[in-house]
């Protein structure tokens, strides 16, 4: 049962241009939203958040929106930079069984081409 | 360096056999997190401890266990290996019990070959 789904296993953007990463959600009670990133032979890295009470979140290069009524959110970069090329994670925070659960996406890995 | 440690990086064993997976987390945290990452898949939740006590439980298998020690180090133990256990396995650490994930630090993790 996937909370958090990533449809698009790649996603590949020319330098300059804008990337569009999209993430789905199935769980009402999820309160916070996540973006982290990821490189190669590293452990994933917190990179944006919004809450759910929000719909746009900025943070210099990067805004995430949050559509709550459709259960989808997503990540916009612009402009898009080598150094972004990543794996992306969506991940989604609930309140369950005492604690807080943090619950990943499969990523979308984003090749930037200069 | 993101301040946790994980060791071994690598880890290379047959089906049946049983390891453990340390991770030392950063300095100042008292949460430690396990999640698993199979091929093509996002992380998966395994557990949680919070200064030496079980804090959250996720989809982790009865065959695996995990502790966190008095010096905040934890191990999670892996038995009876099987092929599908093969993975990257992450830990990630935080000050607050009930940090929503702003605060996760991970490691680079230990990737697991089962053969």
């Known amino acids: 049962d996937q909370q958090v789904k990533q449809n698009s296993p790649s996603l590949s953007v020319q330098e300059g241009r804008i990337s569009i990463l999209n993430c789905d959600y199935t769980n009402s009670m999820f309160d916070y939203f996540l973006w982290y990133k990821k490189y190669p032979a590293e452990g994933p890295t917190f990179l944006i958040s919004?809450?759910?009470?929000?719909d746009k979140n900025e943070d210099g290069r990067f805004t995430v929106f949050l559509n709550k009524s459709a259960k989808h959110l997503s990540l916009h970069i612009v402009p898009s930079q080598p150094g972004d090329s990543a794996v992306y994670f969506c991940?989604?925070?609930?309140?369950?069984?005492?604690?807080?659960?943090?619950?990943f996406g499969s990523g979308t890995r984003l090749l930037v081409r200069p | 360096d993101s301040g946790v440690t994980q060791t071994p990086k690598h880890l290379i064993t047959a089906t049946g056999q049983r390891v453990t997976l340390r991770c030392s987390p950063r300095s100042g945290d008292l949460s430690v997190y396990w999640y698993q990452q199979s091929l093509d898949q996002g992380l998966q939740f395994l557990i949680q401890?919070?200064?030496?006590?079980?804090?959250a439980k996720g989809n982790i298998l009865e065959r695996f266990s995990a502790q966190q020690f008095p010096d905040l180090h934890s191990e999670l133990n892996l038995s009876s290996l099987e092929l599908g256990d093969s993975a990257l396995y992450f830990c990630a650490s935080s000050v607050e019990p009930r940090d929503r994930g702003h605060g996760y630090t991970f490691g680079s993790g230990t990737r697991l070959t089962v053969v």
């Open positions: 401890y919070y200064n030496g006590e079980e804090r």
């Open positions: 991940a989604a925070s609930a309140w369950m069984d005492s604690s807080y659960k943090l619950i």
């Open positions: 919004i809450s759910s009470i929000k």
